[in-house]
Every structure is written in structure tokens, then in C-alpha cells.
């Protein structure tokens, strides 16, 4: 079995290894590809498998037609002949997509990560293409709705699935930090209240959002801390300083496994936009047992349900009274509120609720079962 990745940034080593962890190693044989970056430290460790390859495409290779990656992974499929092929991202779909033209491939499974992956019309017209090739997994009912939108032609053919990305518990909170030693890593007092998040700083996760609702809601003994960089830190942080909170904001950049902190937080504040297509660290913050303030984005909506606090996408005022409403919650009420969320985990999104859901699916039926 082949897994393509397009890169190694975020969360997609530790997704990667979910997959290769739901097939039985004494009877697949997983290779994965990250397709560009050069090795980080314990990628390979992270991902397991029978083996992890790194490619080191840089961005120019793997725009256009991306005919050294074609070659490269056509070279290899021609050796090893692989049954199965997942690809995550819409690069990697792509190229296995054009790969199984010249090489017979039974089982080829694209992961959407994202929303309108394929809305633009070059990527429709491949999907529609290959479509008989081809089999969807998408990660939130969201992100399958927005592709069945931009194709309907797949609506008929039972093409596109719904798997929701799951969390290894018992590894996941054996690697959490306590509440005291997260922040005495982080530099927190524990006399303050902490609203936190944990993201890149880009634009579809919306911390100029919450930012101002943090200056509006204006809790006394609260701090907000951003673990994460990304390129809109600078603006964030002229922002903090018009807003006057720049005293109460701190920007700790990014933390490598910053989910192990998380139990330095009061309340966990997710603000994506409309682009969030599912939120895989409001599964770490129902993990850690933080309680949980997100947009009611498509993606974390569907993740959060009625488990925690959602206001509306963009909505500063609506975010401002919701961060007032948590700060004055009852120990007892957080506490039933946590609760339920870490059931609501261990139903819908554990590692073992993954893996029983995509076998359930039957795709690779006449290949294994």
C-alpha cells in the first residue's frame, strides 16, 4: 500500500499514521511519501509503516503538471505495484490520479482535507474524468456536501465517503502535560484565567476575531494566549497594541506537540472561518478536558455539536459574550460540561471509532475482507 502526502506541516504526519495504523501490518506493507520538506526530526518515527520516503520537491515542481513528481512516483509504482493508494490533499490526489493511467492501481483513495477543493474547473473536469478511478474520502459531512456541490456527477455513483478524522486517546493524554507543569513551560501565572487557541496565524483561522473579542469582553484576571506562527503574526500583534491588550496577549509562537499543553488553558477559543473544514485540535481540547468556545463554522460545528459554547463566524460582539458567559461558569458546571465532551470524543472520534467506520465503508472489500 502507497500514502501520499503533500507535505509534512500541521497535522499530517499524525494523520498519515491513523492510516497506516488501520491496516494490519502482517498483511499490508504501508510505504508513505511526503512529497516536498526536507526531514523533520521523528516524521518518519511518527508516521510508522513499512517505510517513509521523502521526495524534497520544492514548490515549483509541484505546480502545473508536476512532471518530475509524476516520474518519480511512476518509477516507484512500476517496482512495487501497489494495491491500494491513498492520497491526501488535492496535489497528491492529482498525481496518483495520472499515475493509474499508465500503472494498474485496483484501489485508489483520495482524502479532501479541505473545503472547495475541487471548485475551481480544471479540478472538476479531473475528478469528472477519473471519477471511475477514483473514490472520495472526505473528513467532515461539510467538505463531502461542498464536493457533491461542485460535482454532482459523483452524487450517483457512490463515490464520495465520510470519514472523520480520529484521536489515539491513551497515547494522546499519556503525552498531555498537567495544568501546573503546561504552565510553568508556557510562563503563565496560575492565578490568571486563560483563554487560549492553538493554530497557524493565517487568515481562515480568524484571530483578528479574537482578538477583539477579547478587548470587548474585557474579563478581569484573563490573559489570551496564540501558540502558533504563521504569516499574519505581525499584524496581529500591531493589532493587540491598538486594541490596548497588548499586556494581556501573549504570542508564543510555534511549539512543536503544542497539544500538550493545553491543560494550561481555561477555555479553549476556536475561530475559524467558513474554511475550517473540520479542527482537528478541538478533539485534543475535548481530550484534555478544556472547555471549548468555537465558530459555528461548517467543520467545527459538526465536530463541537452540543458539547461546547458556538457563536457565529465573525461575530466579535457574539464571541465576546460567550468568553463573559465561560468566565463566570460554575466549577460544577465546567466540570459536567467537560465531561460530556470527553464522551462525546470517545464515541465519535477515537482512534477506535476511525478504524471501524472506514472498514464499515467496504472499500477495499474485494481486496482484503
Known sequence: M?????????????????????????????????????????VEGK????RVLFFLLGKGSLRGIKFKAIFRLLRLCQKERFSVVIA??????????????FVSI?????????????????????????????????????????????????????RVFVLHHGLDLLNSEGQLKSRATARQTLGLNNDRFVFGTVGRLVGKKDHRTLLEAFAKANVD??????????GRES????????????DRVLFLGHLPDAAKYLK????????????EAFGLVLLEAMLARVPIISSDAKGPEEVVGDVGSLFRVGDVDDLALKMVQARKQTAADREQQVELAYLHLNKEFSSAAFHGKFWQMGLLTNLAE
Not at 47 to 50: F, P, R
Not at 221 to 230: E, T
Not at 235 to 246: G, H
Open 221 to 230: 484576571d484573563s490573559i489570551l494566549v496564540l501558540i502558533g506562527s504563521g
Open 235 to 246: 499584524e496581529l500583534k500591531s493589532l493587540a497594541y491598538e486594541l490596548q491588550i497588548n
Open 47 to 50: 508516521t510508522g509503516g513499512e
Open 88 to 101: 491526501h490533499r488535492y496535489k497528491a490526489i492529482y498525481l496518483a490520479g495520472v499515475i493509474s493511467y
Open 106 to 158: 485496483p484501489l485508489l483513495l483520495g482524502v479532501a482535507h479541505e473545503h472547495h477543493v475541487f471548485n475551481r474547473i480544471t479540478r472538476h473536469l479531473f475528478l469528472t474524468f477519473w471519477r471511475r478511478k477514483i473514490k472520495i474520502i472526505a473528513v467532515s459531512n461539510s467538505v463531502r456536501d461542498d464536493i457533491l456541490t461542485a460535482c454532482p456527477s459523483l452524487r450517483q455513483q457512490n
Open 264 to 275: 494550561a488553558m481555561d477555555v479553549f477559543v476556536l475561530t475559524s472561518s467558513e474554511r
Open 2 to 42: 502507497l500514502q501520499i502526502s503533500h507535505d509534512q506541516e500541521g497535522p499530517f504526519p499524525s494523520v498519515c499514521a491513523k492510516y497506516v495504523r488501520l491496516f494490519d501490518p502482517n498483511r499490508y506493507a504501508v510505504t508513505t511519501v511526503y512529497l516536498r520538506g526536507d526531514p523533520v526530526e521523528g
